[in-house]
């Protein structure tokens, strides 16, 4: 097994071509780990999330890392990991224009959750405790490695 480093551009371009990845971060000082659904565009990742521990944790300390990798078999492999940081992007003055790219990015996808569900501020009255968080990852370093059976 032959295993050597990824370009950046090899690294983005599984970023890009995937959409589920795992989430690494602190929550109450120990580790977590939770799968997540995400787009990358523009150098950055776009996601949502309903509130709870994650969205908790990632307020509390913004770093953050991804993982991403693609199995073929124990000899081939790929695996790009991110480190970065949380930006949400909240409905308001402030981020409404990167609010609605997330959102416009999102609900185009077809195994986006309930695209239809969620309603941007001045279209229906929002119900705080039920609406998904949007947020960026701006992306600190970009590794990655793959394995090859030569």
Same mark, same amino acid.
């Given at each position: ?11 983005? +371009? ?8 795992? @989430? ?7 580790? $977590?780990? %939770?799968?997540?659904? $995400? ?20 307020? +509390?300390?913004?770093? @953050?890392? @991804? ?12 695996? %790009? @990991? %991110? ?13 409404? =224009? ?7 990015? &999102? ?10 569900? $969620?309603?941007?501020? =001045? ?5 705080? +405790? ?11 370093? &970009? ?8």
């Amino acid at each position: 097994m032959n295993v050597q480093e990824m370009t950046t551009p090899e690294c983005q +371009a599984m970023l890009e071509a995937n959409s589920i990845c795992h @989430l690494g971060c602190i929550a109450a000082g120990k580790p $977590y780990i %939770v799968p997540l659904q $995400y787009i990358y565009r523009g150098g950055m990742l776009y996601a949502f999330s309903m509130p709870g521990k994650k969205i908790e944790s990632l307020r +509390a300390d913004p770093h @953050l890392c @991804l993982q991403l990798d693609q199995v073929e078999t124990k000899q081939e492999w790929q695996s %790009v @990991l %991110v480190e970065g940081r949380y930006q949400e992007l909240p409905d308001d003055e402030k981020w409404h =224009g990167e609010h609605m790219y997330a959102w416009s990015l &999102l609900q185009k996808k077809n195994d986006w959750w309930e695209p239809g569900a $969620y309603k941007p501020a =001045g279209m229906e009255p929002p119900k705080p +405790a039920s609406l998904p968080v949007f947020f960026t990852i701006e992306i600190e370093t &970009l590794s990655g490695r793959r394995a090859r059976n030569d």
